[in-house]
């Protein structure tokens, strides 16, 4: 059987332009952009630091269809707000209100997408300082306005009440 | 931690590390604790060794030998009109369910 091999990452502002163009939408999404990026240099190292897990994954929704491994694409499951999550447990969080790659994963091992037990064995081996009992929710909305003006705004309030030192956003 | 390098730099974030790997697996290859450990390994030094904004780290492992996966992620070429109108339908579907919820969150 013949293998393709490409070791360039996928262009996906351009496919996805291409793809949405094909099936008739002429308002092409525009992906955020920052001329400038803050930083902030640490104080202190990892090891010695607190830190916030950031996820853009969604709690389980009661009535709200099909969330779990391989569900197809699920707006309803989609959330608007800001939300905190207990880290000493491990409750479902689901990817299935997101464009993930469904024909080549299924969202079967939520560590592929939400590395809290990493986190956790990282802090047992001494490599983290500690962990936040909360992790923190971010909605992946569409209004870039809202995302920076009321959800990053609110996910910043929720990490100083942690007093964390460093936050690890994964993206989904 | 991401796999859509080129969005992610777009968008422009401190400290970035790259899984080139289907969306949805930025934290490292499903059932493989060690590709998940190897992947926070790196957030860990990026995050102990960037000096500047926009330090992107790009994880060595790969997801497969076969990268069509590459090749497949939204491809247009090979869907007929009439499936182009399908997928059209069920997106317009999509988005007023997406509507809806978020008309209902924002009360």
Known sequence: MSQTQNSAPVNYMQRMRDYYLALGYNNPYQWAHNADVPFQALTKPVRASRIGLVTTAAPLKPGAGDQGPGAPYNA?????????????????LGISHVSYDRDYTTA???????????????????????LSPRFCGLPTNRSQATTLNQDCADLLAMLQEDEVDLAILVAN | MGCAKDIVEHCGVPRFVFSDF????????PHDVESQRQTLKLALQVLDTASAPRTTLTSPQQWSPDTQWKADFYRIAKLSDEELAQRRAEFDKIKAVGKEVRDQAEG
């Open chain 1, 76 to 92: 309803a499951a989609k959330f608007y707000k800001v939300y905190a999550g207990d880290a000493t447990r491990d409750d479902f």
């Open chain 1, 108 to 130: 079967d091992d939520i560590g592929s997408y939400f590395p809290l037990k990493a986190l956790r064995s990282a802090k047992a081996d001494g490599h983290v300082g500690e």
């Open chain 2, 22 to 29: 289907p969306l949805g697996n930025a934290a490292g290859k």
